[in-house]
């Protein structure tokens, strides 16, 4: 049993010009493969509604910043916790599972961060509805399941890159 708690329903949930605000991160870990070569990995989420693979993400609420909303969904749904980076970029798609009186087309606005996984929880709030799986970039293309989330993972890849090249984390 979890003592963390995910936050349910929508009576908090941000919106703006017909899209509901939501924010969430693409994790990274350069973890060392049986050559000893670095390879990225990111972690993606199992779904309760339906095959492939997801990044965690999730309603941004009145009282949050956008980067606290993006930090809670990692807690909540993949249960980790880590430093979250930068930005890489705003993310329109529609949700069925999201119609609602203030976006009645499902239509959603995704703020997608980066977080560097410092922490992997045995217990999270969404433990029983969710697996968590690493793996690397080439192998997370094919299975996430919406195409805006791997246009999110190109970003990521080039921002990684970018790190790499000028040294930082």
Known sequence: MSVLVARTGRHQQ??????????????????????????????LISSPSGPGLLFPKGGWENDETVE?????????????????????????????????????????????????????????????????SWLAVSEALGCLRHAWMRDALESFCKWHKEKLMSGTR
């Open 14 to 43: 941000r919106y703006e010009n017909g899209y509901r605000l939501v924010a969430g991160y693409k994790s990274s870990d350069d973890s060392v493969d049986s050559n000893s070569d670095k390879i990225l990995e990111v972690l």
């Open 68 to 132: 606290e909303a993006a930090a809670r969904e990692a807690i909540e749904e993949a249960g980790v916790r880590g430093d979250l980076m930068d930005f890489l970029g705003y993310y329109e798609f529609r949700s069925k599972t999201h119609q609602d009186e203030f976006s009645p087309e499902g239509l959603c606005k995704a703020a997608m961060f980066t977080l560097f996984v410092k922490e992997e929880l045995e217990l999270w709030p969404e433990q029983s509805s969710r697996d968590r």
